[in-house]
């Protein structure tokens, strides 16, 4: 062994000892201390937190904080609106979208007009999708299109935004439009091609090219972290993005650097790449790719894909906290049940159903889907009442295996790592400023299976701190060895 060899091996050791242990409550007392303990780091000096630890298999509460507290749930609002999806529109719902043009208007391989691609507000549709659609074209031997491709997204009215988003995140692929026909999550790509010396502007291309946005590019090459300081804003409410930032010149080992950005027409970009892939694929495209709604005549279905099922759907938003795929779960509810795709419609139906499974009508203020609003509030009681009723519907698997795994995937990879709760705890997390939340469900030690509910706001201290404590209580439930 070399030198350098035991000396990490001293390191690990002394780390080792170092840690703190891992707190294994023996007794109902000793865990309700223990998790009082955890609430009081000084971290959360000046917030509140709600708690509510519940016993599965006896239905005794075990532990209690403010549990009528309405507070900000950030993305722990997934769970009320992916719960409410499975169980108003079935494991088995799909989006389709959906390819039209007027009736007759198909005839020896000419489409004499218009086409129009119609979405039902899948928020997944992406390359395969759109692949998928011009396979179909190409088998019913379409060779051209005389008129424009048009796309309709007006399943989901105005507006894009949720109310009370923040309008200094617009640019972030986490605030992203909803629309009714959505393509590539809504965001796009843009490269910054470093110049071989520093002091020159770097390049930018891109991706997908056809984009509908415009790049200002304000990008400069210097020695500097990689792509430290790299940003896109895109102008607020309209389409002209704004690269900033240096980057290190190729001279000095520097790379090409993707930042993200959103969309604000995902109608007009999604038919924008399928006109793309339309010419790619040798079907003459005459007009241009735009916006708009299909005529009411346009009643030839030419081809339609299918995203995959909602049994499948509630883990793409869940695991990665998508806020765009909550978004259209909430407005297809509305859709699907009262026939407008409103935030308005989907509300109305979310909360009748919380009162179906006994969740008080004031415990929730409901404004989004997605937890991104700061103004919606919910109470601990109400994601207990949520999480208790999914562990009785015939959902009940899907809906657990659709939550993130401590120290396995989503949110959680990287949390509660080598502990009682890694493999074991499957949970929603939720961040926001000053706001912190994880809420699901455990095993101990012993066997039982709790459900829990943490909700933090108004806390000064980082995330990171606001976790540690949350990281804390969950593990000190599933190594619990007491009954």
């Known amino acids: 062994m070399s030198t350098a060899e035991r000396r990490a091996v001293v390191w690990l050791v002394l780390v080792t000892l170092a840690a703190p242990a891992v707190a294994k409550p023996a007794t109902r007392e000793s865990l309700v201390r223990e998790l009082d303990a955890a609430l009081t780091a000084p971290a959360l000096r000046g917030g509140v937190q709600a708690v509510i630890v519940e016993c599965l298999d006896t239905g005794?509460?075990?532990?209690?904080?403010?549990?009528?507290?309405?507070?900000?749930?950030?993305?722990?609002?997934?769970?009320?609106?992916?719960?409410?999806?499975?169980?108003?529109?079935?494991?088995?719902y799909r989006f389709a979208t959906t390819l039209k043009s007027r009736k007759?208007?198909?005839?020896?391989?000419?489409?004499?007009?218009?086409l129009y691609l119609c979405g039902s507000g899948d928020p997944f549709l992406d390359e395969d999708g759109l692949d998928d659609l011009v396979r179909q074209l190409t088998q019913r031997g379409v060779k051209e299109v005389e008129g424009s491709i048009v796309g309709d997204g007006s399943c989901y009215p105005p507006p894009a935004y949720g109310y009370g988003w923040s309008w200094d995140d617009m640019s972030y692929y986490y605030s992203a439009p909803v629309c009714g026909l959505n393509y590539h999550r809504n965001v796009c790509d843009i490269t910054v091609i470093p110049?071989?010396?520093?002091?020159?502007?770097?390049?930018?291309?891109?991706?997908?090219?056809?984009?509908?946005?415009?790049i200002v590019n304000q990008t400069m090459t210097r020695q500097t972290e990689e792509g430290g300081d790299l940003s896109a804003e895109r102008d607020l409410g309209g389409s002209t993005v704004r690269v900033a930032g240096a980057i290190p010149p190729r001279s000095a080992g520097g790379r090409?650097?993707?930042?993200?950005?959103?969309?604000?027409?995902?109608?007009?970009?999604?038919?924008?790449?399928?006109?793309?892939?339309?010419?790619?694929?040798?079907?003459?495209?005459?007009?241009?790719?735009?916006?708009g709604t299909a005529a009411s005549d346009a009643?030839?279905?030419?081809?339609?894909?299918?995203?995959?099922?909602?049994?499948?759907?509630?883990?793409?938003?869940?695991?990665?906290?998508?806020?765009?795929?909550?978004?259209?779960?909430?407005?297809?509810?509305?859709?699907?049940?009262?026939?407008?795709?409103?935030?308005?419609?989907?509300?109305?139906e979310v909360?009748?159903?919380?009162?179906?499974?006994?969740?008080?009508?004031?415990?929730?203020?409901?404004?989004?889907?997605?937890?991104?609003?700061?103004?919606?509030?919910?109470?601990?009681?109400?994601?207990?009442?949520?999480?208790r009723a999914m562990t009785t519907s015939p959902l009940a698997d899907i809906y657990r295996e659709s939550l993130p795994?401590?120290?396995?995937?989503?949110?959680?990879?990287?949390?509660?790592?080598?502990?009682?709760?890694?493999?074991?705890?499957?949970?929603?997390?939720?961040?926001?400023?000053?706001?912190?939340?994880?809420?699901?469900?455990?095993?101990?030690?012993?066997?039982?299976?709790?459900?829990?509910?943490?909700?933090?706001?108004?806390?000064?201290?980082r995330n990171a701190d606001a976790t540690a404590v949350q990281d804390r209580m969950a593990v000190a439930l599933a190594g619990y060895d007491g009954e």
Request: glycine share 10%.
């Open 60 to 92: 005794d509460v075990w532990y209690e904080r403010n549990p009528n507290l309405l507070l900000l749930p950030a993305s722990n609002q997934k769970l009320i609106t992916t719960a409410a999806a499975l169980a108003l529109l079935g494991a088995d």
């Open 104 to 114: 007759t208007a198909l005839r020896d391989g000419v489409i004499r007009g218009d």
């Open 195 to 214: 110049a071989e010396r520093p002091g020159h502007r770097a390049g930018v291309r891109l991706l997908p090219s056809c984009a509908p946005v415009s």
């Open 256 to 291: 090409e650097t993707a930042v993200r950005v959103t969309v604000s027409n995902p109608a007009l970009y999604a038919v924008r790449r399928l006109r793309e892939k339309l010419r790619s694929a040798g079907i003459l495209v005459r007009g241009s790719a735009k916006q």
């Open 299 to 348: 009643t030839e279905v030419i081809g339609t894909t299918f995203s995959p099922p909602l049994s499948e759907l509630v883990r793409l938003v869940n695991k990665p906290s998508d806020n765009l795929g909550a978004e259209c779960l909430l407005r297809a509810i509305g859709l699907a049940r009262k026939g407008v795709g409103s935030v308005a419609a989907g509300r109305e």
């Open 351 to 387: 909360i009748a159903w919380l009162k179906s499974i006994g969740a008080p009508a004031d415990g929730i203020i409901l404004r989004d889907g997605s937890g991104l609003s700061r103004m919606n509030y919910v109470t601990a009681y109400t994601l207990r009442c949520v999480l």
């Open 405 to 461: 795994v401590a120290g396995v995937d989503g949110t959680l990879r990287s949390r509660m790592k080598d502990t009682p709760a890694q493999g074991n705890c499957r949970a929603k997390t939720g961040y926001a400023s000053n706001v912190s939340s994880l809420s699901g469900y455990v095993a101990t030690k012993s066997g039982k299976r709790l459900l829990f509910v943490i909700l933090m706001n108004n806390h000064a201290c």
